[in-house]
Nanobody, 109 residues
């Protein structure tokens, strides 16, 4: 199986930035993405990116978040700018059948 290891979560103030990184133990050729889930809510797609680098974003994060991947390094990164309290959630890296363990993002008012 493929393991996805995340890093970069933590605490930020509203308007601040965080960068989440996900490292895959093996290359994933399909889409990779970031999802998030807040307590009591459904898990939702934040952003995903194809092997070729074509990205899509949830409307709620457009213009604030950027996803990119480095296939040679087997990483996918989510740069989160202009954070809002409603961005607080557990963020999960995803690729093919695989999920990361989740990393907590907390944005204070």
């Amino acid at each position: 199986q493929v393991q996805l290891v995340e890093s970069g979560g933590g605490l930020a103030k509203a308007g601040g930035s965080l960068r989440l990184s996900c490292k895959a133990s093996r290359i994933i050729f399909s889409k990779m993405g970031w999802y998030r889930q807040a307590p009591g809510k459904q898990r939702e797609l934040v952003a995903d990116i194809t092997r070729e680098g074509s990205a899509t974003y949830a409307d709620s994060v457009k213009g604030r978040f950027t996803i990119f991947r480095d296939n040679a390094e087997k990483t996918v990164t989510l740069q989160m700018n202009n954070l809002k309290p409603e961005d607080s959630a557990t963020y999960y890296c995803h690729g093919y059948e695989y999920w990361g363990q989740g990393t907590q993002v907390t944005v204070s008012s």
